[in-house]
Structures are given as C-alpha cells and as structure tokens.
C-alpha cells in the first residue's frame, strides 16, 4: 500500500499544492520552522485522522482561516482510492470523510490507509503517562483486528454513563455496572493478546537495534492487582461486576469509577527496574523505537500488508549506529516519509531515494527546485 499524492489546503503553514510522492524512500528536507514536521503530519492526520504531536483540530489549522482540506490517492495492487477530510474547527468542531468522494463514516475510512509514525513523541511510550501506552496498545490491537475501535468506543461509553450515574440510585448503577464489566472484559482481553504478540517482535527488534551493554527491556500487561492473568473473559467480566459493586461508596466520594481499563498500564522494566527510572536519554529513544517498529513489522505480518511509515526529524533522536539500522529495516520494500534538517548527509540513503526540499510551507525537488503547484 502506498500513498501516491496528497493536497494539503488550509493545513498549518503548507502551501496549497498536490505533491506526488516516490514509491519508496521520501526525504523531506530543509531548515528548522520550514514546515517539514507540518507535511508529514497531514499524511498522518489524512491516515490516521490523527497527528502523531500532541495537537488538536484548532491547532492543524492554518492561521486565519476555519479549516483544512486534506486529500490524497492511496495505491494498493490495482487499485486507486481517493481519501479526502474537511474539517471544520467551529464550535464544536466537524469533520466530513470521503471515499472516491462518497461519505462515509470512521469505520469505514480508517483502515483504508493506516499509517505509522515515528517522532520525539514516542519517548513518551517509555517516560511518559500511562494514557500514552494503553493508546498505543489500543491502537496495536486495532491494526491487527478492526472490531477493537468499536470495543474501546463502548467501553469509555459506558464508563462515562456509570461516572454519570454514581450521584443516583444503586438500580441505575448497577445496569450500568454489567455492561461496563462487560466493555472491560473485551478491552483486557484485547490488550493482553496484543503485549503476548508484541513481546516477541519487540526482542528481535530491540536485540538489532541496542548495543550489547544495553538492559534488557521486558514488557508486560498491569491491570488491577487482584486481577488474575490465567482468568478467561467471563471471569474477568464477573470479577469486575463485583468490584463496581462493593466499591460503590469509594466511587461515589471520588466523583468517577477508579477501577477498569481506562487505569491500566504497559509496564516496561529495564534489567527488572523499571525502566524510565534507569534508562539514559539515548537508551529510551532506542526502546521507543524499537516499540514503533516492533508494532508495524507485527502488523504486516499478521496482516499480509505493507504499511506506509513515517520517521519525523529521523537524525535528531537516533546515533548514527542505531540511526543506520533503524534505516535498514525501513528500507525492506515498503514506503517512507522522512524528514531531517540535515539532508540526505544525514544517513546512509537507500537507493531510489525521493528528495524534496521545504521553504516556508512549499515543496520544492532537490533537482530542479521546482514548486509542485
């Protein structure tokens, strides 16, 4: 699958202009300010309907205006799909999807052209909240079966239904316990069969991309402690009816259900401590890495599906060591979105590379600087 073009209007700084992109390596190059970041995230956000930075609708809006208009024709085999968003950032905010310019809605729109992304953010998988791994366990367990974005979308439903009904009586509570038991149950499941898939990919990959005096990093699953590995999902389920129950009172004095998915956690242990309170600043960019890419290689596996990649100011996380094998397993037959401010100095390129220079928000070829307008 690859994204052959994309017209950006209205998006951050980006001129408003169709860019074809290369079959394999993109290079996005230039000075910092000059809008590279800003480009690759409109293939995220035209993908994912999301970015990889921390940044709302309002914030991926071009100053002045009311919206963005994102479209782009993605290429699988034969055949030719055009995906367009128009966003508008009013109050509150509206967004219309298009397939070949029929409406449709999210479930149908995403997995069209998922991509995965790579960034500074992703340091967070290892040092940041824990909203930041369970996002992207959900979102691993998404791209290996589609049915989970309707799992998580009824789960936080019907935890924002018990949350709204704590302050009533305990008949109402408990219609709402069973079924939020029930969401839990499937979202637990979800999660523990992504870390059990994730686990193994995560050592081959890590095991390339660490130095041999690197700790060995394990990962595992952290739910409620009095949650039991070995129970099925009935149990699960059953277990978490009692909870909400007994726990009513507690609940009630904290104002919101403290108990469910919404509190769990991907604990990553470096050397059996945990790792953001040992691992040096270079050590955690190689683990998010590693985590990113051990994800994507799983998912094309599982999925016989070749995922476009985006690697954000790709020479600013990485050594150059780790920064060329990173690169190497990248390059195996799949499409690339890179951006550096170095240029293609920056790494040793892989052949075919695609290069293309931006100057304030504009898309120029690094051969005959010509503007894609």
Not at 195 to 204: A, I, N, P, Q, W
Not at 299 to 323: F, G, M, N, W
């Amino acid at each position: 699958m690859e994204l052959a073009s994309l017209r950006a209007t209205g998006f951050r700084n980006l001129a408003s202009a169709r860019l074809d992109w290369g079959s394999g390596c993109n290079l996005v190059s230039g000075p910092n300010g000059q809008g590279k970041t800003n480009l690759l995230e409109a293939i995220a956000v035209l993908g994912n309907l999301r970015s990889f930075r921390a940044a709302g609708a309002r914030k991926l809006v071009c100053h002045g205006t009311a919206g963005f208009d994102l479209e782009g024709e993605v290429v699988e085999g034969t055949t030719r799909t055009t995906l367009r968003q128009v966003v508008e950032v009013g109050s509150p905010p509206r967004r219309q999807l298009f397939i070949d310019d029929q409406p449709v809605m999210t479930d149908r729109y995403l997995p069209v052209c998922p991509v995965v992304a790579m960034s500074s953010e992703d340091r967070g998988l290892v040092v940041g909240e824990p909203v930041v791994r369970r996002a992207f366990l959900d979102r691993f367990a998404y791209l290996l079966e589609s049915a989970v974005l309707e799992e998580v979308r009824t789960y936080r439903r019907c935890l924002r239904q018990r949350n709204a009904a704590l302050d009533h009586g305990d008949d109402q509570l408990a219609v709402w316990e069973r079924a939020l038991a029930n969401a839990a149950a499937r979202v637990v499941a979800r999660r523990r069969t992504a870390v059990e898939r994730l686990t193994g990919r995560f050592g081959d990959v890590y095991d390339d991309l660490a130095p041999d005096h690197f700790p060995r990093i394990t990962l595992e699953y952290r739910p409620e402690s009095w949650l039991d590995p070995s129970q099925t999902s009935v149990e699960v389920e059953e277990m978490y009816v009692q909870r909400y129950t007994r726990e009513r009172a507690r609940d009630r004095r904290m104002g919101h259900t403290l108990d469910g998915p919404h509190r769990h956690d991907l604990a990553l242990r470096a050397d059996g401590r945990t790792a953001r309170d040992v691992l040096s600043s270079g050590q955690t960019k190689v683990v998010a890495a590693a985590l990113r890419l051990a994800m994507l290689e799983h998912v094309e596996h599982e999925r016989q599906r070749v995922l476009p990649v985006i690697v954000d100011d790709i020479d600013a996380e990485l050594d150059r060591s780790t920064l060329d094998r990173v690169v190497r397993r990248l390059g195996m037959g799949r499409q690339v979105f890179l951006s550096s401010a170095h240029g293609e100095a920056a790494f040793r390129a892989p052949s075919g590379m695609r290069i293309f220079v931006m100057e304030a928000g504009r898309r120029l070829t690094a051969h005959d600087r010509e503007i894609h307008e």
